[in-house]
């Protein structure tokens, strides 16, 4: 809070702020492949894209509704280290291939995203999370900014009435924003190694408890005061 007075025109400058929780409405995940470790990188490369398009076809058919993405198939050398006469050594003992397939659904589909993923056996890694869907957000964060407001001028009224003044007015919104001020959110987001049977991924479904996003705005208001 920063004042500023002239004989003629006194000012006062307000933080406001506003923050509330929500509950996540979007659910994502991203089931990761790998192929088997093979001399040359077109067989493994073949491999992986048939788990990525038969996993494509699975959730499609299980999830008709949710958005499906896929990424680029890269081949990575697998490397191992050896021991030669007391010295230890890098070798690359063949190479394998990598992609992944990500689904995004409501929450509220998230156990039943995770069991279809956990149904394909050619899963090797998970990583899912949840949060807002990015419309809801605007809105969120537009009430917020109007509730900051709302909030600065109820301080400024406190702050000029200690001073035997009153509000006239609001001279500026959003000047000189505060340090560190701004959006903050969080969306809790989780991993998993799975079992070639998927036990481990299914073991999670009863601990998909979301966290709240918490959405906080900051607005300086520039009062007149008189």
């Known amino acids: 809070m920063t004042a500023h007075d002239d004989a003629a ?14 509950e996540p409405d979007r659910f994502s995940a991203t089931a990761h492949l790998r192929s088997a470790v093979v001399p040359a990188a077109p067989a493994a490369m073949a491999e992986v894209a048939a788990l990525r398009r038969d996993l494509l076809d699975h959730l499609a058919a299980r999830h008709p509704a949710a958005a499906l993405a896929d990424a ?3 081949v990575r050398e ?18 394998y291939a990598v992609a992944s397939v990500t689904l ?6 998230a156990a039943a995203a995770i069991a279809s ?36 001028r109820r301080r400024a009224v406190v702050l000029a009435a200690a001073a035997d003044l009153a509000v006239r007015g ?4 959003g000047e000189q924003p505060t340090d560190g001020g701004g959006p903050v959110m969080y969306a809790m987001a989780k991993g998993a190694y799975l079992g070639d049977d998927g036990d481990a991924l299914l073991a999670e479904l009863g601990e998909l408890r979301p966290e709240p996003v ?3 705005e900051r607005v300086r208001v520039r009062f007149r005061l008189g």
């Open 78 to 95: 697998h490397v191992v280290h050896v021991e030669v006469d007391g010295r230890s050594e890098v070798r690359v003992e063949g190479v």
């Open 117 to 152: 993923i956990g149904a394909f056996p050619g899963t090797a890694r998970l990583e899912h999370g949840f949060a807002l869907d990015p419309a809801r957000e605007a809105a969120a964060r537009l009430e917020l900014a109007a509730d900051a407001i709302r909030d600065a």
């Open 72 to 74: 680029a198939i890269a």
């Open 9 to 22: 025109d006194a000012t006062l400058v307000v933080d406001g702020v506003a923050a509330v929780e929500l």
């Open 170 to 173: 609001i001279v500026a919104i």
């Open 104 to 109: 995004e659904l409501p929450a509220a589909d």
């Open 214 to 216: 918490a959405l906080e």
